[in-house]
């Protein structure tokens, strides 16, 4: 299945180096991804990167895996209602809600040093 670069991606921060997402969201942006989106997710610690999509949408999964190549980032995974409670939690800079993509990158210090 070819993937859809136009799926909704939303990659959040989830470590303390400041503008670590919007670093990242750029480099997906220079691989063509169209629909990219970033924030902050304060209310969860994850213990290393990952991709996460909707266990249920193989269009989701393919993107999900496209995104981790094209980040480096070897975790791929179904999100979780636990994932699903943790990323509604993100938020902008400036407090703002951040939108749930398909797909959704945390992303961690091992991939923000």
């Known amino acids: 299945m070819p993937v859809d670069k136009g799926i909704a991606v939303t ?12 670093s990242r ?10 629909s990219v989106a970033t924030g902050n997710l304060p209310g ?20 999900a895996r496209q995104v981790a190549q094209d980040l480096g980032i070897a975790a791929v995974e179904a999100r979780s ?10 938020r902008t800079p400036g407090g703002g809600e951040v939108p749930v993509s398909d797909v ?9 040093r």
């Open 11 to 22: 990659v959040l921060n989830n470590s303390n180096v400041e503008g670590g997402a919007d």
């Open 44 to 63: 969860a610690t994850y213990p290393a990167s990952g991709v996460y999509y909707p266990g249920d949408n193989p269009a989701a999964e393919a993107a």
């Open 104 to 112: 959704v990158v945390v992303l961690t210090a091992d991939q923000l």
């Open 81 to 90: 209602d636990e994932d699903n409670r943790n990323f509604a939690t993100a």
């Open 25 to 34: 969201a750029g480099q997906l942006r220079e691989d063509r991804w169209t």
